[in-house]
């Protein structure tokens, strides 16, 4: 390629050297766009370290005097400490439940053929459309039925089963692109099912090992609707969402306790999201591909 036609006018404008004054007008789009995302998590954090008398008068962003007894306030007075636990434990045992049980289920209906596969791959689709509120009766009652609607364990189960289906789909679709030749060998090779499964096909599937687990999290983390309902009967069993909603009372509303309390809520999950957004998006990808 001679220099002339590398530096061609044509190739400059329409090739890979786009205008700066696009970039620059596209980048600055981008930035209002952030922060106008950002934003309410950013007057969250700085409505929990503000007075009730100051977040009233309307400041601004930057408090005038950073008040950390709202967080204390929160973590002892509001038992969110407790209700941090029983996130965590609830989180922890949805994951685990969750993510075999929809690994082992997809990696079936993605890799093998047999009668009535179609049915049932249409019968996971259709029960997304169901609306959690619609499940609620069916899953106290059956939690209720089994002693466990009172205690941490029916919670997890409960919490587990709601949002299987999706991630069953989404490990079908990345199992049935792999190749089969790998499953061929490992047969040849003496491995028996669950050997090729755990040694084989569970290691490649790591992107949307770590997919399913981040947006298990979230759900787990943030459901308030079935822990308000399961937790009625018991609050100390509160999960953080419901925990939040306490601050709620008939006559006033502790916002700046309801902010921190929130701000205790979401900073772990938001940071569990920033290290491993690159599995997330390679795992999504990868699901839709398939």
Known sequence: MSALTFFSPRRVIFGEHRPTSRIALVSLAMTILCLIWVYPFLWMISTSLKSNAEMFAGTGLIPDAIVWSNYQRAWVEANMGRYFLNTLMVTLGSVVIVTFCTATTGYVLGRYRFPGRTILFFGFVATVFIPQGFTIIPVFELLSFLGLSSNLAGLTLATS?????????????????????????????????????????LPLARPIVVTVIIMQVLHAWN????????????????????????????????????????????????????????????????????
């Open 223 to 290: 459901d308030f609707l079935l822990p308000l309902v399961v937790t009625l009967a018991n609050p100390a069993i509160r999960t953080l969402s419901v925990g939040i909603y306490a601050f709620k009372g008939e006559q006033f509303i502790d916002w700046t306790g309801m902010a921190a309390a929130a701000t205790i809520s979401i900073v772990p999950v938001v940071l569990l999201f920033i290290l491993l957004q690159r599995y997330f998006i390679s795992g999504l990808s990868g699901a839709v591909k398939g």
């Open 161 to 201: 089963g709601h949002s299987m289906v999706i991630f069953v789909l989404l490990f079908a679709g990345y199992f049935s692109q792999l190749p089969k030749e790998l499953e061929e060998a490992a047969i040849v090779d003496g491995v028996t099912f669950f050997q090729v499964f755990r040694y084989v096909m």
